[in-house]
Structure formats: structure tokens, C-alpha cells
């Protein structure tokens, strides 16, 4: 049978220390321990704010409309150029978007105690914590979260002892949909990469039909000193794509070379879909490696629902072999791949490139 994604992170015990969020509700300041500097995210192999280049323009990443007959060629164009774009008509019900956010609301403001309950274990990866990658940094994000990889029952027992099925059946429901939208991305992200049928349909059957994802429930409270704090640090998402429901409060920021932090607004009903770095291999560098973050605001609590989207993690990913140019990385089980992020982060891909 295949192993599940989650499984490609049973191995990699994380740091047991500051795994408890914040009580933000308790603090009427920015603790010293959440004032973060450009140097607190320079420890992560990349410059966080390159100079921008004479005659930049910032432009944004586009809203792609799923069903438009030229969707498959805009697609390919945000890969290449953006890593990441946010789609309409993508056939997610207005109502579990709106069921699921909500959810995560009750959750979030929850008594710190209670939510302590459901804290993730130092080898999971269900439960409520702080973002997996905070032991890079100095110091913490501005950030609490409750991740999701296979069944949320047990966490939810803990939160919820009576009533966890509601949250557990919108969780469930809202993860077939997503996985069934990912698959349908990447069918795009292949065409798009000029992939012809009958590849497509080899890919499908040795890892794609049984790609599956974990959903991560992000809460940035509202924050006394929003400048001198970070909600989520600068990243890049590990598997094959992610795809991401924000309400309507500003935040996430992407890397554009030359020009600095590019806003992805929030658009009424529309999804964010990014580039994973597994995509980034399969497509031989060709889809943008996309850099981002998340930053907090003094007035409003931002929700967010990511849902990523990976292979088994026995699944062995490589470069397409009809790409141009060289392969310019080698072969990876993604279990191997999860592990060196785990350890390098941002510097694990450069293990593996040619
Ligand atoms: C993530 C992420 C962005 C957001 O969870 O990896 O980048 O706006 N989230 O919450
Ligand atoms: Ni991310």
C-alpha cells in the first residue's frame, strides 16, 4: 500500500522546545520574543529584500478564471513568471469555504488552555502549534496553527469532546474537494508544461491518482506592533502545489527579484494556488520556486486555509523527461526530499540540484 504523505514526516523529530503559541489574547504589547529584525529571517540561505531594480514595476500575479478557454495557457504563463496565481470557477462551494472558516474561527478562539490540549507531539503532524519551520529562527511568528493530515478526530476530541464530528465532517468534505482540484491544477500544470496525453496518464497512475494532502488552519490575531513583527517568515511550501483560502484580510506577500514584497490581495471567492518545490523539480526549474510571507495588521484577525498537495512519500520525482535543457536536479523519493527541508530548509534543494 502507499504510505501517505504524513508518513514523510514521522522521521523527522523537531525540536520539542517552543512548540506552544503565544496567548495573543493576554498581551497588550509585542513580547521581546515576537520582535523580529531583517537579520532574524537572514538565517535561511536567501536575502529577504533584494534592491530593487531601476524601472521595476510591481505587477501582481493574475486571477485566473478556471473555465476560460485559454485558462491552460495562463496557468503555464503564472507558473513560469509568478509560482503562484488565484483561480475562479474552481467548483469549491461558496458555503464549505465559508463553513470550514468558520470552524477554524471556533477553534482559534478557544481558551489557550483548551487549545493546549490538542498541542501537536514532537514526531506529529496533527494538532495546534506553531509553524513546523519556527526552530530556524530566532524568534516566533505572530502566528498560531492547527494542522490536519489524515483524520482530525483524535485532536478534535480533545477540543471538543462532545461535539468534534461537525468539525471533523466539514474538514473531510473540504479535503476531497481540494483534492480533487489539485489533481485537475496539475492535469493543467502538465499541458501547460506541453506533458502530451499519454504521459500525462502514466504520471497519473504512478503518483498522481494517489497524491493527497494535509490542511493547515492558520490564525494571525490582530497584532499591537504589526511592523515589527512577522506572521508567517519568508518560505517556500514543500510539496507539489498549495492552495490557499484567505478571508478577506491582507497579508500574504510574495518575493518578486528586483522589486521586494508583492501583495496577493484577497479576491472575493477566489482561491490561491503556489508552486511547491516538488513541482519546481518535476518541472526542471521551469515553475517558479515562489518566496513568500506573511505579515500581521493592527485591526484585523486573518484566517487562512492552506491545503497542500503531495505524492506518497515512497514516490520517487525527477525532472519530466521531455523538458528543455538539461536535468538540472537528480531523482528524490519524496520522503528523502521532505527530510533534507526539514534539516536545511530553504538550502535543502541545492542538495540535489546538478
Ligand atoms: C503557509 C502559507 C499563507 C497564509 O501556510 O505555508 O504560506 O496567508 N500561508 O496563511
Ligand atoms: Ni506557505
Known amino acids: 500500500m502507499a504510505t501517505s504523505i504524513s508518513n514523510a514526516y514521522e522521521d523527522t523529530n523537531i525540536h520539542p522546545n517552543n512548540t506552544i503559541p503565544l496567548d495573543f489574547g493576554s498581551v497588550l504589547q509585542l513580547p521581546e520574543s515576537h520582535v523580529w529584525t531583517d537579520d532574524d529571517d537572514s538565517g535561511i540561505g536567501r536575502r529577504t529584500c533584494l534592491a530593487r531594480q531601476p524601472g521595476a514595476v510591481a505587477a501582481s500575479p493574475p486571477v485566473i478564471d478556471l473555465r476560460a478557454p485559454d485558462a491552460m495557457w495562463l496557468v503555464g504563463d503564472a507558473c513560469r513568471r509568478w509560482g503562484v496565481f488565484q483561480v475562479t470557477n474552481h467548483g469549491v462551494p461558496h458555503d464549505l469555504v465559508e463553513d470550514v472558516e468558520e470552524h477554524a474561527r471556533r477553534l482559534f478562539k478557544l481558551p489557550n488552555d483548551q487549545k493546549l490540549k490538542a498541542l ?51 474538514m473531510d468534505k473540504y479535503k476531497q474537494k481540494m483534492k480533487s482540484l489539485a489533481y485537475n491544477i496539475l492535469l493543467v500544470m502538465l499541458k501547460a508544461l ?50 490557499l483560502h484567505q478571508n478577506d484580510t491582507n497579508g500574504l506577500q510574495i518575493m518578486q527579484e528586483g522589486v521586494g514584497w508583492v501583495p496577493i490581495r484577497p479576491t472575493p471567492g477566489a482561491l490561491v494556488v503556489n508552486i511547491g518545490n516538488l513541482m519546481h523539480i518535476l518541472s526542471n526549474g521551469a515553475f517558479h520556486n515562489m518566496y513568500h510571507r506573511v505579515v500581521p495588521n493592527e485591526t484585523s484577525h486573518r484566517f487562512t486555509i492552506g491545503y497542500f498537495y503531495g505524492p506518497p512519500a515512497d514516490s520517487v520525482l525527477a525532472p519530466l523527461p521531455k523538458l528543455p535543457g538539461p536535468p538540472r536536479f537528480r531523482a528524490v523519493t519524496v520522503k528523502e526530499y521532505i527530510g533534507l527541508k526539514n534539516k536545511h530548509l530553504e538550502k535543502g534543494l541545492s542538495f540535489i540540484q546538478l
Request: charged share 20%; with cysteine; glycine share 8%.
Open 120 to 170: 501537536r507531539a514532537p514526531n506529529g503532524v496533527t494538532g495546534y502549534g506553531v509553524p513546523r519551520f519556527s526552530p530556524f529562527f530566532p524568534k516566533l511568528m505572530w502566528h498560531e496553527g492547527f494542522t490536519i493530515a489524515g483524520s482530525a478526530m483524535e485532536h478534535a476530541k480533545l477540543l471538543w469532546p462532545h461535539h468534534y464530528e461537525e468539525f471533523c465532517d466539514a
Open 194 to 243: 506541453g506533458v502530451d496525453e499519454e504521459d500525462r496518464e502514466k504520471l497519473s497512475s504512478s503518483f498522481l491518482c494517489q497524491s493527497d494532502g494535509a490542511l493547515q488552519l492558520n490564525s494571525y490575531p490582530c497584532c499591537p506592533n504589526p511592523s515589527q513583527a512577522i506572521g508567517l517568515a519568508p518560505h517556500t511550501d514543500s510539496l507539489l502545489i498549495t492552495i
